[in-house]
């Protein structure tokens, strides 16, 4: 994963940020150091309201052409609204259709990564917290099994009160990745903070393996970052120094 976090692969990396402070860079570096890294792993990228053109343009700002990835099919990008029936019912269409599109391209393979951007929208379009637990639970089950690392993204309506799909996503996650703004207001040197938390599924049989250090960031320790035209700087607070 990428730096300066450098999680282990194969983990549930629950991602949350808030409108003042999307976690885009956060996705793209993660999705780029991937490429470069496993340049001949699966990666799905499943997205809700992302479009392809734009995801382009965000790799590309960091020198990343994403073209040939998915001319040699190592990089998938589902359009997850497109692949699902429009019913005439009230209920929304059932997820299977995305997790056996998933399943048959991961068939056979070891040690990619899914992103789900993001998993908010489509609880706005209608699915219930018990259809998403179940897909994101059938997931890393699959994920488990193939090695693969799981990445879902979740915006944050209104921080100070938890949704209950943040609470269930929590509950499953390895790491939990805090993108938040800072709470003194907007700043021209500052773009946002980032805390890291384990998750309780580091205690089951995908907890980390020893020889990887990881280093955890309370709230109040919270990571500081600054974004430009074409990168992401990470420093400690009260300092503009990156850590990079």
Not at 44 to 52: A, H
Not at 160 to 174: F, H, K, T
Request: contains cysteine; hydrophobic residues 40%; neutral net charge.
């Amino acid at each position: 994963m990428f730096s300066p976090f450098d999680l282990p692969d194969g983990i549930f990396l629950l991602i949350t940020d808030e409108l003042a402070a999307p976690a885009d860079f956060a996705l793209i570096s993660s999705l780029i150091s991937h490429l470069k890294c496993f340049n001949k792993t699966k990666i799905i990228y499943l997205s809700i309201l992302e479009s392809w053109n734009r995801l382009q343009s965000l790799c590309t700002k960091s020198g990343i052409n994403l073209s040939p990835r998915s001319v040699s099919e190592t990089l998938h990008f589902i359009d997850v609204l497109s692949h699902l029936p429009r019913l005439n019912t009230n209920e929304a269409p059932s997820l299977r259709i995305i997790y056996d599109l998933v399943a048959g391209i991961l068939e056979g393979r070891q040690g990619g990564m899914i992103i789900l951007d993001d998993i908010s929208s489509l609880e706005w379009t209608g699915h219930s917290l018990e259809d998403l637990s179940r897909f994101c639970r059938a997931l890393r089950v699959l994920c488990l099994k193939t090695k693969t690392t799981l990445i879902v993204r979740h915006h944050i309506l209104a921080p100070n009160e938890p949704d209950e799909l943040l609470r269930r996503l929590q509950q499953i996650c390895s790491y939990h990745m805090d993108v938040r703004p800072l709470s003194s207001g907007r700043s021209g040197a500052v773009s946002g903070e980032i805390a890291l938390h384990a998750g309780p599924s580091l205690l089951g049989s995908d907890s980390r393996p020893e020889s990887v250090q990881v280093k955890l960031l309370s709230r109040q320790r919270a990571l500081q970052y600054r974004l430009t035209d074409s990168d992401v700087v990470f420093f400690e607070r009260g300092s503009s120094r990156g850590v990079l």
